[in-house]
């Protein structure tokens, strides 16, 4: 929960074994009772959130639930259903204030598909669709089940690399900011040599490691 300037007056985090539509309508109900002069609601989640519908996402309950057209029917206040990635490399952009810059943020969190999301210039880039950045889409010469199989230290590596390459061609991003379990601040010494044969030298972006990305997540739903 923030104020209208930001300043954080709440904040909680709770595990579910099952987390459906159920599950978010309690949370938020609790918190419109503390906060009951909220004016907006911000949802983010691993998904494609298209035209307000979580779509692919690792969360099953949730699959196909038009989540923002029930929030705002059951609470009667504008809902903004967003990928999680965009919201955190939005608020990154905010933070570092690089508004000049093209910034891609690439997470591999444990075995699901991972996610990227870039801001160009100021403006983040969704696609058509809602999930332009989504490199779990790539061919990677195998099934899908194969592929989240395979999304684990050390074995995801090469899957690493292959996706940094394709954002650096399509994208040419000023930073490639790297997240998630499956990464280590040592790694990224080995991932660059590796798109180095690939990608010319001086164009490849500036690596960045990022450990967490919980303040900028907070700071681009804000």
Known sequence: VFSPIGRLLNQ????????D????????AELLEQFPNASQIMVGTPSIAENGVIRHSDI????????????????QLPVLLSNDMHYKVYGYYRQEQ?????VTLINY?????????????????????LFAG??????????????????HRPTAEPLI???????????????????????QKDDLQRIHAACEKCIPKEYMPDFV??????????????
């Open 98 to 102: 690089i508004s000049d810059k093209i």
């Open 134 to 151: 989504m490199v779990g889409f790539l061919d990677y010469g195998m099934r899908r089940e194969q592929q989240v199989k395979r999304l």
């Open 60 to 75: 099953l309950e949730l699959e196909n639930v038009p989540l923002k057209a029930r929030l705002e029917e059951k609470f």
């Open 109 to 129: 969190p444990a075995g699901v598909l991972p996610g990227t999301a870039t801001v160009h210039k100021g403006v983040l880039l969704t696609g058509k669709n």
């Open 209 to 222: 490691f990022l450990p967490s990305t919980e303040e900028y997540y907070l700071k681009g739903m804000y």
């Open 12 to 19: 909680q985090t709770r595990q579910y074994e099952i987390l």
């Open 21 to 28: 539509y159920t599950v978010i309508e309690r949370e938020v």
């Open 161 to 183: 690399i292959q996706a940094a390459i394709a954002l650096i061609s399509i994208l040419n991003p000023h930073e490639l900011l790297f997240t998630g379990d499956l990464l």
